[in-house]
């Protein structure tokens, strides 16, 4: 058989968990472990997936494929927020499915070794602006501003403040940190 042809994961194990902060909530998880350490993939998956969070030498990933969120490390994988177990099974067969597609495909693959950029924090981004809740930007105060560029839903041009000469250094630093 091809090296490419093997499955990376074949035989694994599935329990729900009932989620501990909120009790009662009829909201699981999935844990899927693994009899085999699958750390060595996780490049190829972060190339592939809708990635948000790698943490290379710490063996750790987290993404989401289409309405599943889901986390892994080299012998557990995670899926959040099933209601029974038929939707348990489903997700479980999508990213086994997903996750061994990739592997099969890794010889096409260039690895990916390094996550999204961190968000900086918003108190960070806020203390930067001009903060005189003007509402030219369209928004009521500077700090839904600053929330809304690390959610991408504003950009720094937004902010008439920003433009005048006297925060030139301040826009640089922001420019840096988005």
């Not at 960070?124 to 959610?151: D, H, Q, V, W």
Request: aromatic share 6%; proline share 5%; with cysteine.
């Amino acid at each position: 058989m091809n090296n490419h042809d093997e499955a990376l994961i074949g035989d694994y194990g599935m329990k729900l968990v009932e989620r501990a902060c909120e009790p009662g909530s009829f909201e699981y998880k999935i844990e899927i472990t693994l009899p085999g350490d699958i750390g060595r993939a996780l490049p190829y998956i972060n190339a592939q997936v809708e990635c948000i969070d790698y943490l290379h030498n710490e063996k750790f990933l987290s993404f989401r494929h289409d309405e599943i969120f889901c986390s892994m490390r080299p012998n557990l994988i995670t899926i959040a927020m099933v209601h029974n177990r038929e939707e348990a099974l489903q997700k479980t067969e999508i990213i086994i499915g997903l996750l061994n597609d990739i592997w099969r495909r890794r010889g096409d693959i260039e690895p990916k070794y390094n996550g999204k950029k961190a968000k900086p924090p918003t108190l960070s981004i806020y203390k930067l602006l001009p903060r005189t809740n003007c509402r030219e930007c369209g928004l009521a105060t500077c700090m839904a501003f600053a929330s809304a560029l690390i959610n991408d839903q504003a950009e720094l041009d937004n902010c008439p403040g920003l433009l005048h000469e006297e925060h030139s250094s301040k826009r640089q630093e922001l420019t840096n940190l988005l």
